[in-house]
């Protein structure tokens, strides 16, 4: 996934709406953390973290480079409290959903904070 590419941010259940809803529900997104600490990878614009609405999409996606790597959990308060601030601060983007293919929906976390208050 060398290079990702940005899907319209829509208010379906496939798009930015739906991510959103399904994260709320959930209380929680997850990532992929291996041995390494948690995956990224690097577009055009610098390092992309991955997150998914549901572990059984982010387990999809253990392939490969990433095969050592379980779902992990993050809860809405440390996500609203640690991660997307932190993220924000470090200049860092978001990769929502990301597929195989390498679609998925390229976010700023300050975006992705506010969206979830």
């Not at 050592?68 to 993050?74: A, G, I, K, L, T």
């Not at 440390?78 to 990301?98: C, D, F, N, Q, T």
């Amino acid at each position: 996934m060398s290079k990702a590419t940005t899907q319209e941010i829509t208010g379906d259940d496939e798009g930015y709406g739906g991510f959103l809803t399904r994260t709320l529900a959930a209380g929680a997104l997850w990532a992929l953390k291996g041995e390494g600490g948690y995956v990224a990878f690097h577009d055009e614009e610098g390092p992309c973290f991955p997150f998914w609405s549901s572990p059984v999409a982010a387990q999809a996606l253990a392939t490969a480079d990433w095969a050592d790597c379980q779902p992990e959990r993050v809860g809405l308060a440390e996500l609203r409290g640690v991660w997307l601030p932190g993220m924000a601060k470090a200049g860092r983007l978001l990769m929502l959903e990301p597929s195989a293919d390498g679609e998925g929906i390229v976010c700023d976390p300050g975006e992705l904070l506010a969206d979830l208050e």
